[in-house]
């Protein structure tokens, strides 16, 4: 079953934080966080895994709360370039991750 | 350094003829997927090969076949194609449950 992802879409100002949560109806082994600039493939940020290892981006910091099966993702000090749709894919076993419907993350200068 | 490699990147087909796509990846990764991409629904999977020689469903299969053909290889197959196939189709690959690499995609148009 899909992932929900919150919220469907936000404007922000370069310089502004912003946060994108992803929630499952299934128990979770890992979350998946990817970025989709318009007309390309997605490309991946980070993974968290159950039991708090985390591995990805630099500047990009998420948070896995195992119990609620539930997922955010931090964008501090937002620049132009963070500008895109972001996905989380959910690993609950079987060798496939699905991924939620998006989020559209727009920065303006 | 390749990655995935989806070919065509652009198609246009009648309904009802058929077509693959085929995909290619040089990271000697075991599970191979194909997603498709509509706008407001993110991406769905159709199928996927956790390992050379297994093939299973994802969560819209109807209307498409998939062959491992080899670790490196995995194609998608429309073998009616019909106008709600009209869509941007990801290949991906991944060592595991780790990140997943995707191909370039190929855009869909049946008429």
């Known amino acids: 079953q899909q992932p929900v992802q919150s919220p469907q879409a936000v404007i922000l100002r370069e310089g502004e934080d912003a946060v994108i949560n992803c929630s499952s109806s299934?128990?979770?082994?890992?979350v998946h966080w990817y970025r989709q600039k318009h007309g390309e493939a997605p490309v991946f940020l980070m993974i968290l895994l159950k039991g708090g290892e985390q591995k990805g981006h630099e500047k990009i910091s998420a948070s896995f709360n195992e119990k609620k099966q539930q997922s955010s993702l931090y964008l501090t000090a937002s620049q132009l370039s963070y500008s895109g749709t972001y996905f989380c894919g959910t690993y609950t076993g079987g060798f496939k991750t699905i991924f939620g419907a998006g989020t559209r993350l727009f920065v303006k200068a | 350094n390749a990655g995935v490699t989806q070919t065509p990147k652009f198609q246009v087909l009648k309904t009802g003829q058929s077509m693959t796509l085929q995909c290619a990846q040089d990271m000697n990764h075991n599970s191979m997927y194909w997603y498709r991409q509509d706008p407001g629904m993110g991406l769905r999977l159709i199928y996927y090969s956790a390992s050379e020689g297994t093939t299973d469903k994802g969560e819209v299969p109807n209307g498409y076949n998939v062959s491992r053909l080899n670790k490196r290889e995995f194609s998608l197959r429309l073998e009616s194609a019909a106008p709600s196939q009209t869509s941007v189709y990801f290949c991906?690959?991944?060592?595991?449950?780790?990140?997943?690499?995707f191909g370039q995609g190929t855009r869909l148009t049946v008429v």
């Open positions: 991906a690959s991944s060592p595991g449950q780790l990140e997943a690499f």
């Open positions: 299934k128990a979770l082994y890992s």
